[in-house]
C-alpha cells in the first residue's frame, strides 16, 4: 500500500475512535480501594437480573464496609447506593443499557461477565473513554507526576479542562486497574499490564486533527433499515412534503437533561411489544413524570418513525429504531429524524456558516416549522455534536454535521414560507413566531446589563416583569437593595394564594455562574415575601456548581428564552396562571408545562382534523360519521388521532364553556347565587384558539 494512503488511512480510524469515545469517565460512589469489585458485583447483579428498580439500593455479594481503604485515599462507602447512581457509571463506560425491566448488559458488559478481570475491564474503559489510552502511552515514556501528565496531554490535544480532574480521574483508575504504580517523588510509572493493554493499540495522535480537511468527518455507515428510509427520500418512493411538521416532546428533567439520551432509554423499554399502559409507566416512572406530561409524547415518537401501535394498545419500536439502539451510534437516530421530519438535515445546512437563531428561525419557516419545534430539533443536533454554539445566541455545524449533511438527500430551500406557518401565524400554533416580541425582549436585555438607558439590569428585570403580567400573574417589581427583583403572585387551582420570588440576572457574558447568586440572600427574600417558589432568569447558565445549588435548594433556572417561548405558547393558547405556574416547580415542572402546551396543541388539532373530516363527508357523500370512521381516517396523517381524542373534540364542539365567571355561593334559586371574576383572559384566549383551530377545519384541503 502507498505509504501516503496508509497514514491518511490510519489518520481517519483516530478520527473515527475518537469520535465514539465518551469525553470523560462518569464517577462511581466510594473510594478507589472498592471500584474494582464493586464495578464486577454490579455486573454480576446485572447478569442475573437483580438491577430491576432503579430507585432500589443495590444488593452485593460482599460487605462494602469491610474494604480496607487505600492508603491516603477516601474511605468506601459504607453501604450500596441506588441502582440509578450506579447506571450513571454503568452506561457511561458502555455495560448497560436499561430498559422496561431494569438494565441490561451491552456487548461489552457481557464480556467482562464472563472474564471478570481487571484486564478486561482495562481493555474496555481505553476503547470507550477518550484519551484513556493516550494518558498511559504519555506515562509509558517517562515516570510522570499527575501535573506533568495533564499539562502534556492539554497542550497535545489543545483541551481546555479547567482543572487536573480529567486526567486524574483517568490516573486513578489506571492505577486501581494495575497499569501504572508509583516510584516515588509523586510520580507513575506504567506496569508490565499497562504495557500489554498499549501493545498494538491504536492510539490518537495530534495529527489526526491537523491532518483532518475542514468538513472531513469519518461517520459510521447507516444501518440497513434506516438507510432504507434515506433512499426512499432519494428515489420516487416519497417526497420531501411527506415529513411531518409535528410537535416535538422529549422528558429533559434537570438531572438527565440529554434529551437523545432519554428517547434512547424509553425506546429501548419497547424494543419488545409493550402495552401502553406498561410503556408509559416506565416513562413516568424514569423522568418522574405525571401522565399527563407523557400522553403529548407518543404522537411525536410516531410522527418521528421511532415507535408503532403494532395492535390495539399495544406498541413497539420500529426496526430502524431498533438498528439504532444495536448500533450504539445517535447520529442514527438523527438520520430517522431526518426521513421522517422536516429541516433536520437542512438546519445542518441552514447553520454551514455561524449564523444566529434568529436566522435559522427564519430560514426555518420556509419549511413549515415554528420556533418550539426549531429548538427541540437544534437541541437533538447539538446533543450530537452535529452542530455546536460558539457563542450565545448562534450556531455552527461541525466537520461531523458537515459530513452527515453531505449524506442525507435534503429538500430544496423553497422560495416562499409554507402554508403552515402561515397559517400558524394566523391562527395560533405552539410559539408564535410571527409576535416574538416578549422573547426578544427578554432575550435582548438578559444579555445587556445597562439596556434602555436603565441602572444595571433594569430593563431586564421590566422585561420579566412584564413576561409574567402578560400570562395573567400579579407581578411587581421590587429590586433594590436587600430584596428581590420581581414579585409573581398567582391563584392556585384550589383559589389559594400563591407566591414566588424571582431574581432576574443580565449577564453581557451571556451566562450566569454560581458566583452571580447568594444563597443566603435568595433565601432571604423567598422568607421575607412568605414565598412558595423561586426562580433565576438569565441569558443562560454555566456550570453544574449553580445547577446542582438550585437542585438542593429547589430553585427553578430558566433561561430567557425559553421562559419566554413558554409564554407565549401559553398566552395564545389561554393557559391559566396555575397552570403556567408549574415553571417554578422543581425538577420537572419546565418539562410538564412544556407537555402541557403540547397537548393543548394537539387537542386543538384534533378538532381542526374532526372538522375537515365532517365537511369533506359533507360535500363529496352527505352521509354521517363515527368518531371510529374519523379516527380510521387519521391513520393515514401525521396526527393519528385515538377514537377517545375524537370523542374528546367532539365533546368540546358539542359543549362550549367558558370560565370567566366563577361560582362562589351556589342557592336553589339563580337569582341569589354568588359570583366572583374568573380566569377571564385566559378564558377568551382558549375560545379564540378554539376559534381558529374550528376555522382551520373547515377550510378546504384542512386535511394533512
Keep these: ?54 430507585d432500589a439500593n443495590a444488593e452485593l455479594s460482599f460487605d462494602l464496609a469491610a474494604v480496607e481503604p487505600r492508603v491516603g485515599g477516601a474511605a468506601p462507602t459504607p453501604t450500596p447506593v441506588l441502582w440509578r447512581d450506579y447506571y450513571t457509571f454503568l452506561r457511561g463506560i458502555g455495560l448497560v443499557e436499561a430498559s422496561r425491566v431494569g438494565l441490561h448488559l451491552t456487548a461489552p458488559g457481557r464480556r467482562l461477565a464472563s472474564k471478570p478481570t ?51 480521574s483517568r490516573m486513578d483508575w489506571q492505577e486501581v486497574l494495575g497499569l501504572i504504580e508509583p516510584v516515588g517523588s509523586r510520580r507513575w510509572a506504567i506496569t508490565e499490564c499497562g504495557r500489554t493493554l498499549l501493545d498494538g493499540r491504536l492510539l490518537v495522535t495530534p495529527d489526526a486533527f491537523d491532518d483532518e480537511p475542514e468538513g472531513a468527518a469519518t461517520l459510521p455507515k447507516a444501518p440497513p433499515e434506516i438507510a432504507e428510509l434515506l433512499n ?17 416532546w422529549v422528558p429533559s428533567p434537570a438531572s438527565k437533561p440529554n434529551k437523545v439520551e432519554n428517547l434512547r432509554t424509553i425506546v429501548n423499554a419497547a424494543t419488545e411489544r409493550i402495552s401502553k399502559e406498561d410503556f408509559f409507566a416506565f416513562i413516568c416512572s424514569t423522568f418522574d413524570l405525571r401522565r399527563s406530561s407523557v400522553d403529548s409524547m407518543l404522537p411525536f415518537m410516531r410522527a418521528a418513525g421511532i415507535v408503532a401501535e403494532v395492535g390495539r394498545g399495544v406498541f413497539q419500536a420500529t426496526p430502524p429504531a431498533i438498528a439504532w439502539i444495536d448500533s450504539g451510534d445517535d447520529i442514527n437516530f438523527i438520520r430517522i429524524m431526518h426521513a421522517n421530519m422536516r429541516f433536520v438535515g437542512e438546519m445542518i445546512r441552514a447553520v454551514e456558516h455561524d449564523v444566529t437563531r434568529s436566522e435559522m428561525y427564519a430560514e426555518a419557516a420556509h419549511y413549515g416549522l415554528n420556533i418550539d419545534r426549531c429548538r ?42 409554507s402554508p403552515a406557518v402561515v397559517g400558524a401565524v394566523a391562527d395560533g400554533d405552539n ?74 440576572k443580565a449577564r453581557s457574558s451571556g451566562h450566569v455562574a454560581h458566583s452571580d447568586v ?21 441569558p443562560a447558565f454555566s456550570g453544574d456548581t449553580i445547577r446542582n445549588m438550585a437542585s438542593q435548594k429547589h430553585w427553578a433556572l430558566i433561561e430567557a428564552e425559553r421562559l419566554g417561548a413558554l409564554v407565549e405558547a401559553s398566552v395564545k393558547l389561554g393557559l391559566r396562571p396555575y397552570e403556567v405556574g408549574k415553571l417554578f416547580e ?12 403540547s397537548a393543548h396543541q394537539r387537542e386543538l388539532d384534533i378538532v381542526t382534523f374532526t372538522l375537515s373530516k365532517l365537511v369533506e363527508e359533507l360535500t363529496e357523500s352527505g352521509d354521517a360519521v363515527s368518531a371510529r370512521d374519523i379516527s380510521r381516517d387519521g391513520r393515514r396523517t401525521e396526527l393519528r388521532p385515538s377514537e377517545d381524542e375524537i370523542v374528546s373534540a367532539v365533546d368540546t364542539l358539542s359543549r362550549l364553556q367558558a370560565d370567566a365567571l366563577r361560582l362562589v355561593g351556589k342557592t336553589d334559586d339563580p337569582k341569589f347565587r354568588t359570583y366572583v371574576l374568573g380566569d377571564a383572559a385566559a378564558s377568551a384566549a382558549q375560545l379564540r384558539a378554539l376559534a381558529d383551530a374550528i376555522v382551520r377545519g373547515l377550510r378546504p384541503n384542512a386535511t394533512r
Design 232 to 248: 426512499e427520500l432519494r428515489g420516487l418512493a416519497r417526497t420531501q412534503e411527506s415529513r411531518s411538521t409535528y410537535n416535538i
Design 376 to 417: 427541540w430539533i437544534a437541541s437533538f443536533l447539538l446533543n450530537t455534536a452535529l452542530i455546536e454554539e460558539p457563542r450565545y445566541g448562534s450556531l455552527r455545524a461541525t466537520s461531523r454535521g458537515l459530513a452527515l449533511m453531505a449524506e442525507l438527500p435534503l429538500a430544496d430551500v423553497p422560495v416562499t414560507s
Design 586 to 597: 422543581v425538577p420537572n415542572g419546565l418539562e410538564e408545562l412544556e407537555g402541557a402546551i
Design 118 to 168: 481487571p484486564e478486561t475491564l482495562a481493555v474496555i474503559m481505553a476503547d470507550r473513554v477518550r484519551l484513556f489510552a493516550e494518558v498511559l502511552a504519555s506515562v509509558a515514556e517517562d515516570p510522570r507526576t499527575v501535573e506533568d501528565v495533564d499539562s502534556m496531554i492539554r497542550e497535545r490535544f489543545d483541551q481546555a479542562w479547567r482543572s487536573k480532574g480529567n486526567t486524574r
Design 431 to 504: 410559539v408564535v413566531a410571527s409576535s416574538p416580541g416578549l422573547t426578544d425582549r427578554l432575550v435582548r436585555s438578559s444579555q445587556d446589563p445597562l439596556g434602555g438607558g436603565e441602572n444595571s439590569g433594569r430593563a431586564f428585570e421590566l422585561a420579566v416583569r412584564d413576561v409574567f403580567l402578560a400570562a395573567g400573574f400579579r407581578a411587581r417589581l421590587i429590586s433594590g437593595s436587600g430584596d428581590t427583583d420581581v414579585l409573581v403572585q398567582w391563584d392556585s387551582q384550589d383559589g389559594s394564594p400563591t407566591c414566588a420570588v424571582v431574581e432576574a
Design 518 to 538: 447568594s444563597d443566603l440572600a435568595i433565601e432571604t427574600h423567598k422568607g421575607r415575601n412568605k414565598a412558595e417558589f423561586v426562580a433565576i432568569v438569565g
Design 1 to 54: 500500500m502507498d505509504p501516503q494512503v496508509a497514514v491518511s488511512e490510519s489518520l481517519a480510524r483516530q478520527r473515527a475512535l475518537w469520535r465514539s469515545q465518551a469525553s470523560s469517565i462518569p464517577g462511581l460512589r466510594g473510594g478507589k480501594a472498592v471500584w474494582l469489585p464493586l464495578v464486577l458485583d454490579l455486573v454480576k447483579q446485572v447478569e442475573r437480573g437483580r438491577a430491576i428498580d432503579l
